[in-house]
């Protein structure tokens, strides 16, 4: 009898649940009222499911507290969400440039799988039919919403986002460029930070955290800076004085056993040159710090207004960027590049009741994994598409062991894959590097060349993707175009 009862209480309430989702949420809330049980509402369903907050940053690269890449950088509230949950140490990009970056953690799928390798490829034309990871959470009754810079901003997805709030425009100098070229330029801006496009993208997913919302959400903020222009207001420049400027590590003749086409993408005659010969090194460095702590300071914002709200306690954080940045070393500017500081990014996640406070993960992920994990915590199926794996194995036992080197792709069949000791790269036409990470964390000595490397090369070419795809068409003809952003 107690098991016939037992049936028909779950028939019921799984009926009630079934209604619900079939009316599409016609009523905030609704009650199940079943004989000798508690009361459920829909608001108690949504409530087990957690939210997700969603942050992107623009060009971040290891110059953070918690990453130590440069001494004496001011982020304390990228500081403090690491010390929230697990900092993921060994994190790196699928692709050192946006476009092709982000469609891939948002896709869940590798550049060398679509065939999205720069920054002028529309990717929907060529994954029609691909469910994006915020198409993903709408299907599976979440309230989605997204501010910034998510997708690369020519390559928006109208179609990933029930609402949407666009990047929003910052002032900029009048005589613009001041001490680079085009938009390879730095200066402060004379206006307050409430002007500055990423304090209202900020604003408007602060905002989003101060409503009361039916269903749980996933609110997507995309952080701008420190992406080229570095204008960014006085104040956060002047705390970091050019005397106390420290510049990048750099070897002499870094370049020299590096292959034709590893120089050729470096570009040493290029914006590097450039910088040496206008004595700009010093205030390039402090033009992207300032605006690095600027970019931490609306991070900081967001951080503060989910804290106060009624979802704190309940909401996934998930902060990420879409890939490192170069300020000199081997002789190169931007990103777009196969090496450690083009390829390293920041990840944090902070799962309530799962990750540890203030756990580091020297584990390689990849920004592959972001996708498959996200749907993991949440509870929502696996897409046997996903080329990607859950990390929350890592989350929840972050010194446990893990084979899954990251791999990362710029331009067809150039590939980096990283282990926690190694970095193989292999450009298509059959050359390459390899630098040991125990004796060479700077990737100074290219040991590809060397006999007794030959057993460690073969292993870690197994990780090498097996499928090239054709670049996909380009929405600009100039090729040379390709690294302007």
Partial sequence: MKKTISIRVHYRLLTSIVLFIITGGLFT???CRIPGHAIVTTNEINAAKPNVLFIS???????????GGYPGVQTPNLDRLARRGVNFTRAYCSAPACNPSRTSLLTGLKP?????????QPWRPVLPDAVTLPQYFTANGYEVAGSGKIFHNSYNDPTSWPVFYPVQTSPEPTNKPVFGK????????????????????AQWGIDFLGKEHGKPFFLAVGITRPHLPWYVPQHYFDRYPLSKIVLPQVKENDLADVPAIGVKIAKPQGDHQFVLEHKQWEKAVQGYLASITFADAQIGRLLDALERSAFAKNTIIVL???????????????????????????????????TTPNTTCERTVSLLDVYPTLADLCGLPAKPEWEGVSITPLLKNPTRQWNHPAITTHGRSNHAVRTERWRYIRYSDGTEELYDHQT?????????????????????MQWLPKKNAPTAPMAKKDLNAIDSE
């Avoid at 940053?57 to 953070?64: A, E, P, S």
């Avoid at 000595?445 to 870690?460: P, Q, Y």
């Fill in 440 to 460: 060479d964390p700077m990737e100074w000595n290219n040991l590809a060349s060397k006999g007794e490397f030959t057993a460690i090369k073969k292993d870690l």
């Fill in 112 to 120: 060398s799988s679509t065939g999205i390798y720069n920054n002028y």
């Fill in 29 to 31: 809330s609704f009650i």
């Fill in 320 to 354: 990420w960027s879409d890939h490192g940045w170069h300020l000199g070393e081997k002789q190169h500017w931007r990103k777009f590049a196969l090496w450690e500081e083009a390829t390293r990014v920041p990840l944090m996640v902070v799962v309530p009741g799962m």
């Fill in 57 to 67: 940053v623009d060009d971040l690269n290891d110059w953070i507290g918690v990453l």
């Fill in 182 to 201: 085009g938009h390879f330029d730095w200066h402060p801006v004379a206006v307050k930070d409430e002007q500055m496009g990423d304090y209202k993208n």
